[in-house]
């Protein structure tokens, strides 16, 4: 039992202190359109700046996306301009819900390259 309470501790302080960082070049797009492509969302987002990684989580049963999507810039600085100006936007006639990912929404190694 003590050594895992020890593996514990020890893996909670690394995961708070990584994702933070990644986080804030990582936004959460929520509202998307059932028709919208990975390809429609990174010509929406590049404007801002370079983009390091899309991901579009899909429902597999459906055979479409879940709605949502995951855009990671390279610069925070381009996140945050990208969900000053996005926020609210409407693509394919759907209002984003544009914000910052959470750090336990985000895993890493996990985007498609864009």
């Known amino acids: ?32 359109a059932d028709d919208i492509t990975d390809v429609t969302l990174r010509a929406a987002m590049i404007p801002f700046g370079p983009l390091k990684s899309i991901d579009m989580p899909m429902n597999y049963a459906k055979g479409t996306h879940k709605g949502f999507a995951f855009v990671e810039f390279q610069d925070a600085d381009d996140a945050a301009e990208a969900l000053y100006n996005m926020d609210g936007a409407e693509i394919l006639g759907r209002a984003l819900n544009v914000n910052l990912a959470q750090s336990n929404q985000v895993k890493l190694g996990s985007h498609k390259a864009v």
């Open 1 to 32: 039992n003590n050594k895992t309470e020890s593996l514990t501790s020890h893996s909670n302080s690394l995961t708070t202190t990584t994702p933070v960082l990644h986080s804030r070049r990582a936004l959460y797009v929520g509202g998307l």
